[in-house]
Structure formats: structure tokens, C-alpha cells
């Protein structure tokens, strides 16, 4: 970035793509000055020095931060845009499931990206920080609904034995997301022409989308057999097949038009999806915390900032392949089990590495090895909540899941300075928290060649009691811990996980 006098210290970091602070490393500076670089259209500003435990800390920011002079008093609006947008995640996470399974899936989805483009725009554009802040809101809102929408709509369009694959190629886009990311932020500095850059794909892939069929599942768990045969028949036709005679049969549990769909309160009124719902809700929010924690933790690296990024990213990439193959010969709940419990041993064997040894390899190899992992599960938790749930109520599980998953990414940035307790506390507490979802995956039922379920009422028939774990004791175990009722006052007939 630029030179100056050599001080002894370390540089937090503001980056564009993390949204919260990331140690650096080393940077030679002169404290109580403000140096700024233009090379490559980047400008730093480095403010007050800050003593903490000996060392000498410097906050640095892209120009955005730059531009608002966010310092001393005014230094709480960096974190509080990062948390409004992580507010709005939780919010589009919450209300984007159960709009979709009113109103459609394609309709949602569109509306969102629409808004996601225009308020990402408008972030690009900001003339001050509140215009700023308020953007960000908003994009959290549409992003995390519309998100969750495509998934489901992506894993709609195709029959169940392709949802591995189809759900796997999805996330490995976020993957790659990442790595291009970075390349963007080293090759475009300036933070205004880096938001404009990575937002113009969205125009290309709204007009795109108008192209996209409803889901011919959510049409015909409306009971609206006819259009989700034309839709049957258009997938058909695009993947080169002759016209097919196809007839659906309505099903005994598909909402007719004088009643309400069901709404997210059957998730904790159904047994059922009550405490599928409890145990999910946990094992999405440690994917969270400990995805978001080890990429965040990304700049403890040392060396380059957006080579550490690129290769976070990179590394999830064999993940997916490895995922393909285990949860369909293994099943989904032992391969994600397996791996949770692998991202944990891989965390928490940092704690028996020599201190200050002065060599990186080791627990940089742990971490990476961690990310990949628990990538992995977070790969296969979106494709195993998805077959969990009803088609009339799979958005607003998935939205549940997906609002608890934010808590962890909440928590996540504060986990990596837990650090100055000791430095393999971070990754300790990421191993712990990998382990105890890894062990609680053991209480979901198997899914692996198993029907879904369309409506509530097919959770009660006897074809679809092959969901329920084949072991009652995994739920009465969970139900003791919650309700003081004895073994006797349980029956395991009705209530199932």
C-alpha cells in the first residue's frame, strides 16, 4: 500500500467485503499522522494511535470512511452500518419465506432482486452516511429474503434426486463469489466503483429472470394442478423431451382457495416441526458462527489480505464435489454430522500447537481445513432443512433457520478478538461450538431416498413416518431437557422429530 517510518504495531483493517474489522499484520507508520496513497485509486487515512497492551493500533478506512470522517465520536457509525445491514438480513430472512409461500415463488424472488439492484445502487451513490446506512438496511432486507427464495426455487424446478446437485451448485457460487470478490477489491480501490462494479450483474440477471417459470411444486401444493402441468411440460420441452401426457393428482392436503395457507406459526404448533425446527435453527446459527467467524479470522493470517480472502473463498470449493458424493451414499445426516465434527477437531487442535513458535503453516492448514468443513455442512444444511419441511411451509422453515444462522454472523466478528485472551481461544471456540451441532444431528431424521412431504397433513401419514428416526429415545432425550415430564407421559406416537 505505501511506506512510511517503521513504529511497532498492527493495522485494523476496514474492508469493503467483511464489513467489520480484520487485523492485518504489520504496517510501518508514524503515529498521530494522517498519511493517504493515491496509487491504484485507493486512499488511506490513518487516524489517532490507540495504546492496547503495549502495541500500537491504527484504524484504517477505504475512502467511504474517509469521505463521512467516521473518527473519534462519529467512529460508532462504522459498526453501526455493518449491524443495520445484518438487522435486515434478519428481518428479510423472516418475512421473504412465508411471502413466498402465499404469493409464489417467482414473483418474491423478482421483487427482490428488482430492490437489491436499486438499493445497491443507491449505496454506490450515497451522498452522505445516513443515505448510506438506510441503503444498507434495506439491502439486508432483500438480499437475505431473496436469497433464501432463489434456493428453494432453484431446488423446485428439479425432482429431489437432483437436489444434492442443484443445491450444491448454488452454494458453490457463493464460493466462488468470494474469490472474485477479492480479485474485484485488489483491481478497483475506490469503494464507490467497487460497489458499482460488483452490482451490475444483478441488472443482467433480473431481465434474466423474467424467463423463469413459477415453481411447478409450490403451484401444485396451491392445489393448482393445471398450471403446474404446463410447467412440467415446459421443463420437459427445454430439455429436448416430446410433449408429455401428463396428468396430476390433486393431493388430499394442497390448500384450496377459500383457506389460508399455513402461516409460520405452524412451526411451533406442529410436534413435529417444533423441535426439527429447535435443533435446526442451532446447527444453522453454528455454520454461522464459525463460517463467518474463520473468514473474518482471514486476516490473522499474515501476508496479503486479498490472497487470504481469495484462498478462504477457493477452499470451499472442494467441499462441494465431497458433499455430492457422501450425503448420496451416505446420507445427509451422517455426512453432515461427520463434518461438523471434523471443522470442530480441526479448530480445537490449534490449542495443542507450541505458542509463538513464529510458524504460520500449521494453524493456517487447521483453519483452512476448518472452512472447508463446516463449508461443507453448511452446504448440506440447506439441502437437509429443505427436505425437512413441508412444500406449503419449506420458505418459512428455511427462514427460521436462515434468521438464526444471522446470530452467528452477528457474533462472529467479536469471536477473533477473543484472541488477546489467548490465541488459540478463537478457534477452541469454534471447534466446541462445531462438535455440539455435529453430536445434535444425530435427533434429525434421515431423508436420503425418503418422499417429501407436500402438505402438513401428509407429516401425519403412514408413508411419511419413515422421516421420523427410527430411535424414539433421541427425542425424549431432547424433550427432557425442555418439559420435566417422565418417560411414561411421553408418547412417542405422536411426537416425533
Same mark, same amino acid.
Given at each position: 500500500?505505501?511506506?512510511?517510518?517503521?513504529?511497532?504495531?498492527?493495522?485494523?483493517?476496514?474492508?469493503?467485503?467483511?464489513?467489520?474489522?480484520?487485523?492485518?499484520?504489520?504496517?510501518?507508520?508514524?503515529?498521530?499522522?494522517?498519511?493517504?496513497?493515491?496509487?491504484?485509486?485507493?486512499?488511506?487515512?490513518?487516524?489517532?494511535?490507540?495504546?492496547?497492551?503495549?502495541?500500537?493500533?491504527?484504524?484504517?478506512?477505504?475512502?467511504?470512511?474517509?469521505?463521512?470522517?467516521?473518527?473519534?465520536?462519529?467512529?460508532?457509525?462504522?459498526?453501526?452500518?455493518?449491524?443495520?445491514?445484518?438487522?435486515?438480513?434478519?428481518?428479510?430472512?423472516?418475512?421473504?419465506?412465508?411471502?413466498?409461500?402465499?404469493?409464489?415463488?417467482?414473483?418474491?424472488?423478482?421483487?427482490?432482486?428488482?430492490?437489491?439492484?436499486?438499493?445497491?445502487?443507491?449505496?454506490?451513490?450515497?451522498?452522505?452516511?445516513?443515505?448510506?446506512?438506510?441503503?444498507?438496511?434495506?439491502?439486508?432486507?432483500?438480499?437475505?429474503?431473496?436469497?433464501?427464495?432463489?434456493?428453494?426455487?432453484?431446488?423446485?424446478?428439479?425432482?429431489?434426486?437432483?437436489?444434492?446437485?442443484?443445491?450444491?451448485?448454488?452454494?458453490?457460487?457463493?464460493?466462488?463469489?468470494?474469490?472474485?470478490?477479492?480479485?474485484?477489491?485488489?483491481?478497483?480501490?475506490?469503494?464507490?466503483?467497487?460497489?458499482?462494479?460488483?452490482?451490475?450483474?444483478?441488472?443482467?440477471?433480473?431481465?434474466?429472470?423474467?424467463?423463469?417459470?413459477?415453481?411447478?411444486?409450490?403451484?401444485?401444493?396451491?392445489?393448482?394442478?393445471?398450471?403446474?402441468?404446463?410447467?412440467?411440460?415446459? #421443463?420437459?420441452?427445454?430439455?429436448?423431451?416430446?410433449?408429455?401426457?401428463?396428468?396430476?393428482?390433486?393431493?388430499?392436503?394442497?390448500?384450496?382457495?377459500?383457506?389460508?395457507?399455513?402461516?409460520?406459526?405452524?412451526?411451533?404448533?406442529?410436534?413435529?416441526?417444533?423441535?426439527?425446527? #429447535?435443533?435446526?435453527?442451532?446447527?444453522?446459527?453454528?455454520?454461522?458462527?464459525?463460517?463467518?467467524?474463520?473468514?473474518?479470522?482471514?486476516?490473522?493470517?499474515?501476508?496479503?489480505?486479498?490472497?487470504?480472502?481469495?484462498?478462504?473463498?477457493?477452499?470451499?470449493?472442494?467441499?462441494?464435489?465431497?458433499?455430492?458424493?457422501?450425503?448420496?451414499?451416505?446420507?445427509?445426516?451422517?455426512?453432515?454430522?461427520?463434518?461438523?465434527?471434523?471443522?470442530?477437531?480441526?479448530?480445537?487442535?490449534?490449542?495443542?500447537?507450541?505458542?509463538?513458535?513464529?510458524?504460520?503453516?500449521?494453524?493456517?492448514?487447521?483453519?483452512?481445513?476448518?472452512?472447508?468443513?463446516?463449508?461443507?455442512?453448511?452446504?448440506?444444511?440447506?439441502?437437509?432443512?429443505?427436505?425437512?419441511?413441508?412444500?406449503?411451509?419449506?420458505?418459512?422453515?428455511?427462514?427460521?433457520?436462515?434468521?438464526?444462522?444471522?446470530?452467528?454472523?452477528?457474533?462472529?466478528?467479536?469471536?477473533?478478538?477473543?484472541?488477546?485472551?489467548?490465541?488459540?481461544?478463537?478457534?477452541?471456540?469454534?471447534?466446541?461450538?462445531?462438535?455440539?451441532?455435529?453430536?445434535?444431528?444425530?435427533?434429525?431424521?434421515?431423508?436420503?431416498?425418503?418422499?417429501?412431504?407436500?402438505?402438513?397433513?401428509?407429516?401425519?401419514?403412514?408413508?411419511?413416518?419413515?422421516?421420523?428416526?427410527?430411535?424414539?429415545?433421541?427425542?425424549?432425550?431432547?424433550?427432557?431437557?425442555?418439559?420435566?415430564?417422565?418417560?411414561?407421559?411421553?408418547?412417542?406416537?405422536?411426537?416425533?422429530?
Amino acid at each position: 500500500f505505501f511506506y512510511a517510518n517503521k513504529v511497532d504495531g498492527c493495522i485494523l483493517l476496514k474492508d469493503t467485503f467483511f464489513t467489520d474489522y480484520i487485523r492485518l499484520g504489520k504496517l510501518c507508520a508514524s503515529p498521530s499522522h494522517i498519511l493517504s496513497s493515491k496509487s491504484n485509486s485507493l486512499q488511506i487515512n490513518l487516524f489517532s494511535c490507540h495504546l492496547l497492551r503495549g502495541s500500537c493500533f491504527y484504524k484504517i478506512y477505504f475512502l467511504y470512511f474517509a469521505d463521512w470522517y467516521l473518527i473519534e465520536q462519529e467512529a460508532y457509525k462504522v459498526s453501526l452500518a455493518s449491524s443495520l445491514f445484518f438487522a435486515g438480513l434478519l428481518i428479510g430472512n423472516i418475512t421473504f419465506g412465508p411471502l413466498s409461500d402465499k404469493l409464489g415463488r417467482k414473483p418474491v424472488y423478482i421483487s427482490g432482486l428488482f430492490f437489491d439492484v436499486l438499493f445497491g445502487y443507491v449505496t454506490a451513490l450515497a451522498p452522505n452516511y445516513g443515505v448510506f446506512a438506510v441503503s444498507r438496511f434495506f439491502v439486508g432486507i432483500v438480499n437475505g429474503g431473496m436469497a433464501l427464495v432463489s434456493f428453494v426455487l432453484t431446488q423446485e424446478y428439479v425432482g429431489k434426486s437432483f437436489w444434492s446437485f442443484t443445491g450444491s451448485l448454488t452454494n458453490l457460487t457463493f464460493a466462488v463469489g468470494i474469490a472474485v470478490y477479492a480479485l474485484l477489491g485488489y483491481c478497483v480501490r475506490e469503494w464507490r466503483h467497487l460497489a458499482l462494479v460488483s452490482n451490475t450483474p444483478g441488472v443482467i440477471f433480473l431481465l434474466l429472470s423474467f424467463m423463469l417459470p413459477e415453481s411447478p411444486r409450490w403451484l401444485y401444493s396451491q392445489g393448482k394442478t393445471a398450471e403446474a402441468e404446463d410447467v412440467m411440460q415446459y #421443463i420437459a420441452l427445454g430439455n429436448g423431451k416430446e410433449r408429455l401426457n401428463l396428468k396430476l393428482k390433486p393431493s388430499a392436503g394442497t390448500s384450496r382457495k377459500d383457506e389460508s395457507p399455513p402461516g409460520i406459526l405452524n412451526l411451533v404448533k406442529h410436534p413435529v416441526l417444533r423441535w426439527r425446527t #429447535i435443533v435446526l435453527m442451532y446447527i444453522w446459527y453454528v455454520c454461522s458462527l464459525v463460517y463467518y467467524g474463520l473468514t473474518l479470522n482471514a486476516g490473522e493470517l499474515g501476508g496479503n489480505l486479498y490472497l487470504n480472502v481469495a484462498l478462504y473463498g477457493l477452499v470451499e470449493v472442494p467441499a462441494f464435489p465431497l458433499c455430492m458424493f457422501f450425503i448420496e451414499k451416505s446420507g445427509r445426516r451422517k455426512t453432515m454430522m461427520c463434518f461438523l465434527i471434523f471443522a470442530g477437531f480441526a479448530c480445537m487442535f490449534t490449542m495443542f500447537l507450541p505458542k509463538n513458535s513464529g510458524k504460520y503453516v500449521v494453524p493456517t492448514l487447521l483453519a483452512l481445513c476448518g472452512k472447508m468443513m463446516v463449508s461443507a455442512a453448511f452446504n448440506i444444511v440447506y439441502i437437509y432443512t429443505s427436505e425437512l419441511y413441508p412444500t406449503v411451509l419449506r420458505n418459512a422453515g428455511l427462514g427460521v433457520c436462515s434468521m438464526s444462522c444471522r446470530f452467528g454472523g452477528i457474533l462472529a466478528p467479536f469471536v477473533p478478538s477473543m484472541k488477546s485472551l489467548s490465541p488459540s481461544v478463537p478457534l477452541v471456540v469454534f471447534g466446541i461450538s462445531g462438535l455440539s451441532a455435529g453430536f445434535l444431528t444425530l435427533l434429525l431424521p434421515e431423508t436420503l431416498n425418503k418422499p417429501i412431504a407436500e402438505s402438513i397433513e401428509d407429516l401425519q401419514s403412514p408413508k411419511y413416518r419413515v422421516l421420523i428416526n427410527e430411535k424414539a429415545e433421541y427425542f425424549f432425550l431432547l424433550y427432557s431437557i425442555f418439559l420435566p415430564l417422565s418417560y411414561k407421559e411421553v408418547n412417542f406416537s405422536h411426537y416425533h422429530l
